[in-house]
């Protein structure tokens, strides 16, 4: 299967802490519209993972609604492909995110 990366970009959501873009890997414009920029940063997994259902982000770790206010929803998300990704990417990586500290 084929990767390609992908530039995120959102202006929904422009205050402090909040991620306004980021570079993603993934097989398909949909898929890398679902990756959220926030990784765990001791294990560089998703901290959330959208639910489509209740059309909102959820902790990976529990399930609970998470994160609705720092990323914007799926829909929402301009997706740009960048180019193939380098094979030692895997999908769902996060290349780099741009954050906007407060």
């Known amino acids: ?11 929904l959501n422009d205050d402090y802490e909040t991620y ?3 570079v993603v890997v993934a097989v398909g414009q949909i898929s890398a519209s679902m990756v959220h920029p926030a990784r765990f940063s001791d ?5 959330y993972l ?17 994160d609705n206010n720092s990323w914007c929803r799926p829909n929402d998300v301009k997706v740009v492909c960048l180019g193939e990704a380098a094979s030692f990417l895997k999908d769902g990586d996060v290349v780099c995110a741009s954050y906007n500290a407060g």
């Open 20 to 22: 306004d873009s980021a």
């Open 1 to 11: 299967m084929k990767l390609f990366l992908w530039k995120l970009s959102q202006d």
């Open 50 to 66: 959208f639910d489509r259902e209740s059309d909102c982000w959820r902790h990976t770790f529990d399930g609970a609604p998470g």
């Open 43 to 47: 294990t560089k997994e998703a901290m």
